[in-house]
């Protein structure tokens, strides 16, 4: 039988975060998130809205969890924006997105998954990584990259892969809009300024 | 330049963190890999006279399905497990996984029985399932039959995810269905066709392919219990499916592969000297490949016989060739089944149904021949498109039983599963 507590979770989370926050006090957000979770369970021809979900998106990886868990928070009030590194996070994220899918499906000769099957190389790649995020205070990625390991160790997911943990399509896509976005946002403002400038030192 | 130590709980931080990776390193070996496992057939006593034989019959008996891409295995008391796909038509929401027990003491096949239907697999994956097919069955040497099948829950078959059913007691009770993670990529584009190759410890070699992004084939490694430990790449790019793997020794196999580009139609074949871990690069070989399923086997003199439609285009004719462990000589032993038509061209509705008729009665089993009348009046879809009625026998799937014959299932027309029997004697005077 498989545990299904995942499944909902993401459902919950997902459509939390992705609705507007519509001007609620933290109280009202809470009684949301707690409906959709409630939602979640609503059968629909003898599976859960949260299975549908599943179906298409897959059981999401540990950091996910862990990321949209702190952007839950955040919503709610209970943590503070991030002070440091949140692009980091999202470099971290999409590249490893860009690195294993691409080639994993076909794209390239090599076969990055592979190594998650015999993770000691990629563990010790994760936590230099780890060590040198702590070291930068980037403590939304070191919760992110440590509860995936942790999981992986107590096998908590079906998938013997570590990369199964560590990342997954829902989270790389994310990661590579929201860079673009912020590519996109820093190009214009650069427009904007050097626009600004030019006309001030035409007057 | 003075240097700033890190604080107490950060110091605290550092060695938790540096407990966890540790022991993730050690709890986390690589996985080991061993030899094939090589299966010993029971040869014949010398000096008796064997018999030639090469019988055949239908192992299925349902008349409306369409029914494709089947499997075969030999269970321990002598008799057959074939499992196939049959429902309204490829890909339809009815489709259901059956199987069927072939009686050594009869010869004949009995009764249809579904083993794995859209909603029993939804119910134990907890995912939406659109669509059931390739069903594929193996006994394990520690006399676990396994069953895999592939499961769509979004897009087509390039959307597929490998489904595994395990059975403690020959088929009479098994376990619930569960998927194998084999993709990082929303677990999907990884299908099998292709018969299982087991290892010395156990562990299974499963052939499977992806459909995705590219079309190459890959070896999943599982473990005695059926957990995936690992994977090799077989072959890349976008040009080969459906690998048909033949074990000659402990260490060395060849991969025989569907040919899904657009240059040669020619089968492929890959070699790999340890086991599975790596192979070479996939290479042309001289039968044709028209897109099709192949099947392989090994006989004890190391020479293989291949189950092929050795067609440019088409599936109308189904080949059985031998050729040596190079694969550089190959000779045509016997045509399995073919179209009265050398090109294959349709024929219409009624030329179509006298043809069928006399074939049905040479492939059907004595068991099955009542049911002639019945399968003429079902003539459907499943064979006669606008231009005419077609032709197909296809997806052969090979095996050697411990006994030392050799079966062979495949899709006759996708009205019915063949099964075809023939020993050693009978391959010894085709050779002559």
Known sequence: ?203 | MRIKFPSLPALGVYLALACLFAGAWLTHPAPGHSSFARISPVSAVPDTVVKPIYTSRFASSGLVDFVHSSAVTALPDGSLMAVWFAGSREGAADVQVRSARFDVSTGEWGQEQVMATRESTQQSTRKYIRKLGNPVIALAPDNRLWLFYVSVSMGGWAGSAVNVMVSDDFGEHWSAPRQLITSPFLNISTLVRSAPVFHVDGSIGLPVYHEFLGKFAEYLYLSADGEVIDKFRISHGKNSLQPAIVALDGQRGIAFLRYAGTTHHRVLASRTEDAGQTWSEPFPLVPSNPNSSLAAVATPDQRLLVALNDLQEGRFKLSLYVTDAKMTDWRLLHDLDKSPDPEGDPFSPLAYKEIIKIEFRGSSGKLREPLEAQFLANLDNRVCKNRGCEFEYEYPYFIRSPDGMYHLVYSWNNTFIKHVTFNDAWLSERLK
């Open chain 1, 1 to 203: 039988m498989i545990s299904l507590w995942q499944a909902h979770a993401s459902f919950a989370m997902i459509i939390f975060l992705i609705l507007p926050s519509f001007g609620l006090n933290r109280g009202w957000r809470i009684a949301l998130l707690l409906a959709l979770l409630a939602i979640s369970f609503i059968p629909l021809g003898g599976l859960s809205l949260a299975v549908y979900l599943r179906s298409h998106i897959d059981d999401l990886a540990i950091t996910s969890l862990v990321f949209m868990g702190w952007g839950c928070l955040r919503r709610l009030g209970m943590l503070p924006p991030a002070q440091h590194g949140q692009t980091s996070v999202l470099i971290l994220f999409a590249a490893m997105a860009l690195v294993l899918y691409p080639a994993t499906m076909g794209l390239s000769d090599l076969d990055p998954y592979r190594l998650g099957y015999s993770p000691r190389p990629l563990l010790i790649f994760v936590a230099l990584l780890t060590f040198g995020l702590f070291y930068l205070r980037n403590y939304l990625a070191v919760v992110m990259l440590a509860g995936a390991t942790l999981a992986f160790v107590l096998g908590t997911k079906p998938s013997h892969n570590y990369w199964d943990y560590l990342v997954d399509p829902l989270l790389g896509l994310y990661c590579c809009l929201a860079l673009l976005m912020l590519a996109a946002r820093r190009v214009y403002r650069r427009l904007t300024t050097l626009r600004g400038s030019m006309r001030n030192g035409s007057i």
